[in-house]
């Protein structure tokens, strides 16, 4: 068979690819591939997330790279075509060349694409589920392909969430600029970032609370941060987050604004428990780990059969995942049950007139304010009994039903 009309295509998917840590210059490199219609050479793509040089920052760069130790012919001319694919493998981006490559040798393009067009622009397509799908197409002579031969391979960054609640005790008294410091630590590296939070004292800002970010010179980078309030009984408000992933260069210190103002938080009742402000922070860490792996390699089929098979597995995915989805029991139906037959309490939630037992472990997972009060130095966390005077009896129990089964039935 005359290899000169075959189609070879390497299929690179990168997972988590908005936690890539790398700075300009700094390469992410694909696994090895070799092709049987290409002589023994061997080959990798080489991704720069923030550009090769100062000229490209803000654009991503792509390279073919051929190793150093193949097999192959010392000049090895090859035609060739760099893309990045959307979810259904249509081609967003692309563009070929030809190049004579030697050993040691690669050729591409310092600017590829914005890296704005890939992380805000058009980020559903590029990066569904976070995966941004890299293919190269190669051949020799002209492209009247009868066959096919393909590689898929997959590298994935791995990431650390780690989630802590910010406590700040007597908030009403708080003096203006005076930061209230909470660490995030890892088991193993100790600190990774910093938060202070205090409020501003100018008339001008309407004494803003801000949360100072200061991350540390540990391995693990920080890529994301979500802050929330808690409100009492468990509310959950978004009031802020950063997102590190489409600077080109990322700041040491960054002061971020939440959307709440001391002044409001003050107001409000609910935003305040016992005069202690609740923050939810939500940290991602890149942990500057990459696991790759080629998944397979179909070699010399004809190129209807790979459209076919690709077709055929998509559909097959698809009715397996419906398939898992439709044998899975109702774990929240379970849940509820446990709850409405009060079996195995551990604790009460007591109001003016009426306790109602409930589990630790329940509240804790579903309420981060309940997680703190039972996990903290706070008196309720030596007794199996939390007084919620201030609720009427219906609210209570309409509290405890959403907990455990995620419904409010009778609101």
Request: proline residues 3%.
């Amino acid at each position: 068979m005359n290899d000169g009309r075959k189609e070879c295509t390497f299929l690179w998917f990168i997972e988590k690819y908005s936690y890539c840590w790398h700075e300009k210059g700094e390469l992410l490199t694909s696994p090895r591939f070799s092709f049987d219609a290409l002589e023994g050479t061997v080959w990798n793509l080489v991704l720069f997330p923030r550009g090769c040089r100062n000229e490209e920052r803000g654009n991503i760069s792509l390279f073919l790279y051929r190793s150093a130790n193949d097999a192959g012919p010392e000049y090895f001319p090859v035609k060739y075509e760099l893309s990045l694919l959307a979810a259904d493998r249509s081609a967003l981006h692309s563009r070929d060349s030809q190049f004579t490559f030697k050993r040691n040798d690669f050729s591409g393009y310092n600017q590829l694409v914005q890296m704005d067009e890939i992380h805000l622009q058009k980020k559903a397509e590029y990066l569904p589920n976070d995966t941004l799908s890299v293919c190269c197409k190669m051949w020799k002579g002209e492209r009247d392909w009868q066959t096919a031969e393909q590689i898929s391979a997959r590298t994935r960054i791995v990431v650390e969430k780690i989630w802590v609640i910010h406590i700040v005790e007597n908030f009403s008294t708080l003096q203006p600029n005076v930061k209230k410091t909470r660490k995030i630590q890892s088991n193993v590296e100790g600190d990774l970032v910093i938060l202070n939070l205090y409020y501003t004292d100018d008339s001008c800002d309407e004494e803003k609370i801000i949360i100072e970010i200061v991350p540390s010179d540990a391995k693990k980078i920080l890529h994301k941060c979500k802050f929330s309030l808690l409100e009492k009984y468990g509310i959950i408000r978004d009031c802020g987050g950063i997102d590190y992933a489409f600077d080109a260069e990322r700041l040491s210190i960054h002061k971020l604004p939440l959307s709440f103002t001391r002044e409001a938080v003050l107001k409000k009742s609910e935003y305040l428990t016992n005069d202690m402000f609740f923050l939810l922070c939500e940290c991602t860490f890149s942990t500057k780990i990459t696991l790759h792996t080629i998944e397979e390699h179909r070699h010399e089929l004809p190129l209807a059969v790979i459209k076919q098979k690709r077709k055929h597995d998509d559909n097959k995915d698809l009715y397996k995942a419906a398939e898992k989805i439709s044998e899975c029991c109702s774990v929240s139906e379970d849940i509820k049950a446990i709850y409405i037959n009060q079996q195995l309490t551990d604790m009460e939630l007591r109001t003016k007139t009426k306790s109602f037992p409930a589990h630790k472990v329940v509240l804790c997972v579903r309420s981060p304010v309940f997680e703190a009060m039972l996990t903290s130095d706070m008196k309720e966390t030596n007794t199996a009994c939390i007084p919620v005077d201030d609720l009427e009896d219906d609210t209570v129990e309409q509290l405890l039903l959403f907990l455990y089964s995620d419904s409010l039935e009778r609101l």
